[in-house]
């Protein structure tokens, strides 16, 4: 399964190859022109298959390949490994997990200091990571630098599995942010729609949106839908009234507004247009949280209409995260049904 | 036996205090070509019994060795929509707990992951403070309705976690603590078919150690030994632990010495180790050494005990970390002691 394929495979921002390997054997035959631009970005051209008047559309579909993780920042005298977050991590979840380094997948672990001699009044603070490193098992700083280097990717030692069956069909894995945007728009390749359909597949999304921006460019789009694995905060929270942002299994979620960028009004009517009249289950993402491609495409050139669908993934931004297929599959249902509605020009 | 494959298999299978009956199929798979004779007690401990050959006209004595067979974990408290509330089962830092991937043994094993929430949403006085523990669930991406059919108040999770090998010797997973001792006394039970040995043996995998050292009460009550060597694990040198808390990893079995040990057996262990070259550590521990020798050492009328320390980085964590080095010396030198106490007077009273 594809979406498990790119789940497992590692990719923090800048150094997407593997996962873009992965891409490009899936879409084989899917396009008509395939390029890697400068920086790492998979722009593919799918033409329009159907009839239409005049020049059709150019439409850019986003989603990125890279995840967030962490990158090796020096070694110490005995031999444990110094690190940093590359995108955004609550330094809380990295205590206790396995993580995998570089080309190599040299395995580690982060762990802390023991229960026993934390004081009770520590045991409520955040932990301090200036007390973890990276332990790989070397016993010197010699025997560590031959397995690592400096600047070698990081990142979070998981499998996708299937949880129980369940009316939600959820699975779990790492990095379903963006691979789920990934594995959709690689489904979305099947079809046949009256514009040149854009698929790109973009780097460096996690530290600030920089794969879209050049890849943006590049292309010029008429207008740019971003395909996203986005918040999700449904855990029970007792009376507070805080928003869930999203809530799995309630179907793709179109983003009105984000930190980043707000959408083109037109794009959010035709996607809910488009739910509504298919009988597609979809929710609005709830806080103007976060920040997406998007955010980077509509400020291309001299401007992009520009809208987010996204599928909820719990505990995002950590090692395992959870998603419903129910909604991945929605998702892929509701940017097919959108896209072969577009003709010509947008009203 | 493949040390790595053993305590591979016994680190990955599950036995929370109280349930240890996996870990003690196993165990008892592990040491049925090595021992006479196995007994099971009420609480679960498993006691195995390798006869030893004394020389004519000395009386039959024996000498229990107890390695802990339980693990901390966590266990359901409650439902609240299709999450899992829950309290932990022994001394789990639930610090180090999110974004965990666990076992949840309810009708069927399913797979859990302890939520953390999205860092987006979060302020910066969250980020400093640990999760209370009314914010913390376990997602099984089952829904409300679903949940109850699988999962009942009471069922036990385990950290589901796989051992792996680390660079120059070392493994990481969960309950290290103390399968890593349970692994010393597959090595030393090895050693000994090697050896000839007067005294008898009772190798002790025990139970319920991390609620109170239970499963050592009973046990050492019942078998009633002569002397005893407990082997529990000790905290390792480690990013973030000062020389003065720990011990050296790779630096062999931390003898224990203070009002928990015996001198006898700690003389018995040092000189043992330093006739058979065997890297050893001294640790002095000051009062309740917070494992089975303090139960041991009380039982019946009194037992002159010993203690072992196999250096463990990250205690209590999923990802306790220990050197193979160390849990073979460990073994090593409690077969050689064994060996030695035919000459050895461990009959004199404490200090």
């Known amino acids: 399964m594809l979406l498990q394929q790119l789940s497992d495979a590692r990719g923090i921002s800048g150094c997407e190859r593997e996962v873009r390997e992965i891409i490009e054997a899936a879409i084989d035959g899917l396009v008509d022109e395939q390029r890697v631009d400068t920086l790492g970005n998979l722009i593919c051209l799918r033409r329009a298959r159907r009839p239409v008047e005049g020049r059709p559309l150019k439409v850019m579909v986003a989603a990125h390949m890279d995840e967030i993780g962490l990158i090796v920042t020096g070694v110490n005298k005995d031999g444990t490994v110094r690190f940093d977050k590359v995108g955004g991590i609550d330094d809380r979840i990295l205590l206790s997990k396995q993580v995998l380094i570089g080309q190599a997948a040299v395995p580690g ?26 332990d790989i098992g070397a016993t010197s700083q010699s025997a560590a630098e031959r397995l690592v280097s400096l600047g070698d990717p990081i990142t979070f030692r998981t499998t996708y599995e299937a949880l129980e069956p369940g009316a939600l069909r959820c699975v779990k894995g790492k990095a379903l ?18 514009i040149d359909l854009y698929a790109v597949f973009t780097a460096q999304e996690e530290v600030g949106l920089r794969g879209a921006r050049v890849a943006a460019y590049g292309i010029e789009p008429d207008l740019a839908f971003v395909l996203e694995g986005t918040i999700c905060d449904d855990l029970p929270k007792g ?21 980043s960028f707000i959408a083109d009004r037109r794009l959010v009517d035709l996607l809910v247009e488009t739910a509504r009249e298919e009988g597609i289950p979809y929710q609005f993402k709830k806080a103007a949280a976060g920040g997406t491609d998007a955010g980077a495409i509509h400020l291309s050139r001299e401007g992009v209409p520009a809208v987010t669908v996204a599928v909820p993934c719990r505990n995002i931004h950590a090692p395992v995260s959870i998603l419903s297929l129910n909604d991945l599959e929605n998702t892929h249902r509701l940017m097919a049904a959108a896209l072969q509605r577009i003709q010509g020009s947008l009203s | ?24 199929s196993l165990v008892q798979k592990a040491w049925d070509p090595l021992v006479d004779a196995f007994e099971t007690d009420a609480l679960g401990n498993l006691m195995a019994l390798k006869r030893g050959e004394p020389a004519e006209g000395t009386p039959r004595r024996a000498i229990m060795l107890a390695a802990h067979m339980d693990e901390i974990g966590l266990m359901v408290t409650g439902y609240e929509g299709g999450f899992l509330r829950f309290t932990r089962v022994g001394g789990v830092d639930l610090r180090t707990v999110l974004g965990q991937e666990v076992t949840v043994h309810g ?14 949403v979060l302020g910066e006085q969250e980020r400093r403070t640990a999760v209370p523990t009314d914010k ?17 108040v009471g069922d036990l999770v385990s950290m589901r976690r796989e051992t792996i090998a680390l660079a120059e010797g070392y493994l990481s997973g ?77 630096g062999g079995p931390a003898i224990a010495m203070g009002p928990n040990i015996h001198p006898s057996i700690y003389e018995l262990l040092v ?21 089975d020798a303090w139960a041991i050492q009380v039982a019946r009328e009194g037992v002159p005990t010993g203690l072992l320390s196999v250096p463990l980085r990250y205690m209590h964590t999923s990802v306790e970390t220990v050197c193979l080095r160390d849990i073979q010396r460990t073994g090593r030198l409690m077969a050689r002691a064994i060996v030695a106490l035919d000459s050895a007077d461990v009959s004199a009273p404490m200090l």
Do not use: N
Not at chain 1, 239 to 259: C, L, N, Q, W, Y
């Open chain 2, 271 to 291: 000189q043992t180790a330093k006739e058979h070259e065997i890297k050893y550590q001294v640790e002095v521990a000051a009062g309740q050494t917070g494992t």
């Open chain 1, 109 to 134: 672990v982060i762990g802390y200091r023991p229960i026993h001699l934390i004081a009770r009044k520590e045991r409520e603070a955040a932990p301090d990571l200036s007390r973890a490193a990276i």
């Open chain 1, 177 to 194: 942010d963006d691979r789920a945007g990934c594995a959709v728009l690689v489904e979305l390749l099947q079809h046949d729609y009256a």
């Open chain 2, 136 to 152: 913390l669930f376990i997602d099984t991406g089952l829904t409300a309705e679903e949940v109850p059919h699988l999962v009942q």
């Open chain 1, 239 to 259: 009376d507070e009234d805080t928003s869930h942002v999203t809530e799995v299994g309630k179907g793709p979620a179109i983003t009105f507004m984000d930190r």
């Open chain 2, 1 to 24: 036996m493949d040390l790595v494959a053993h305590l591979k298999e016994l680190t990955m299978a599950t036995g929370l205090s109280g349930y240890e009956g996996d870990v003690r």
């Open chain 2, 107 to 120: 009708r069927r094993e399913l797979i859990g992951v302890i939520s953390s929430r999205p860092p987006h």
């Open chain 2, 174 to 250: 969960k309950a290290m603590d103390d399968r890593a001792g349970v692994a010393t006394l597959t090595v030393c039970l090895q050693e000994l078919s090697r050896l000839r040995h007067g005294w008898d043996v009772y190798a002790v995998a025990t139970t319920q150690e991390e609620l109170g050292l239970r499963g050592a009460i009973v046990s050492a009550y019942h078998t009633a030994p002569d002397a005893a060597i407990a082997v529990d694990v000790g905290f390792g040198a480690q990013v973030g632990v000062s020389d003065d808390e720990s011990v050296e990893m790779d």
